[in-house]
T-cell receptor, first 113, second 115 residues
Framework: AQSVSQHNHHVILSEAASLELGCNYSYGGTVNLFWYVQYPGQHLQLLLK??????LVKGIKGFEAEFIKSKFSFNLRKPSVQWSDTAEYFC???????????FGAGTRLTVKP | GAGVSQSPSNKVTEKGKDVELRCDPISGHTALYWYRQRLGQGLEFLIY????????KSGLPSDRFSAERTGESVSTLTIQRTQQEDSAVYLCASSLFSRGFYEQYFGPGTRLTVT
């Protein structure tokens, strides 16, 4: 079955540490890739997205993600996290020809001040 | 403009009762989605509406679940004879069009607790 895997359930970092959250998917063919973030008490919101072109995508708040087609991966990175990055992060994938968006289980990030 | 709104924000119901959850999408968005998020799990697709086309109901877990949408406006998700395993946050999202590369905008969710 098609799936999206996020390897880390809960990540705890200190401020200024570097972040990488893993995301792998099992769809074949052309896909669209997304990272959504849910800050405590807030709605899910889009962090960044990849459709085509440069596989290194830059999003809001200093986040970036790299699409590696050969590895079916779309890992999220940030060079230096802040306490305000504490949130839950969801990777999502849709095949290019439909809107069947599948989400990973999410990774909870806790940044210690 | 206003974002996606959902009501109620919280709902506690007894096992066996029916519940109705409401979603108001962003004005002009033709696509509307319902998801379920159980504690500690990812978002589970339930149903999708695109304009006046027949909805994609492939994610509905049982025939106790149904949803309606009139045109490109409000949608309601109904769960009949609720069970404890229906306890979850139900999220609604809308997007401008239904193609996969259009961003989905999420509402705050309805937290359903079945006692």
């Amino acid at each position: 079955a098609q799936s999206v895997s996020q390897h880390n359930h809960h990540v705890i970092l200190s401020e200024a540490a570097s972040l990488e959250l893993g995301c792998n998917y099992s769809y074949g063919g052309t896909v669209n890739l997304f990272w959504y973030v849910q800050y405590p008490g807030q709605h899910l919101q889009l962090l960044l997205k990849y459709f085509s072109g440069d596989p290194l995508v830059k999003g809001i708040k200093g986040f970036e993600a790299e699409f590696i087609k050969s590895k079916f991966s779309f890992n999220l990175r940030k060079p230096s996290v802040q306490w305000s990055d504490t949130a839950e992060y969801f990777c999502a994938v849709t095949p290019n020809n439909n809107n069947d968006m599948r989400f990973g289980a999410g990774t909870r990030l806790t940044v210690k001040p | 403009g206003a974002g996606v709104s959902q009501s109620p924000s919280n709902k506690v119901t007894e096992k066996g009762k029916d519940v109705e959850l409401r979603c108001d999408p962003i004005s002009g968005h033709t696509a509307l989605y319902w998801y379920r998020q159980r504690l500690g799990q990812g978002l589970e697709f339930l149903i999708y509406f695109q304009g006046n086309s027949a909805p994609d109901k492939s994610g509905l877990p049982s025939d106790r679940f149904s949803a309606e949408r009139t045109g490109e406006s409000v949608s309601t998700l109904t769960i009949q004879r609720t069970q404890q395993e229906d306890s979850a946050v139900y999220l609604c999202a809308s997007s401008l069009f239904s193609r996969g590369f259009y961003e989905q905008y999420f509402g705050p969710g309805t937290r359903l607790t079945v006692t």
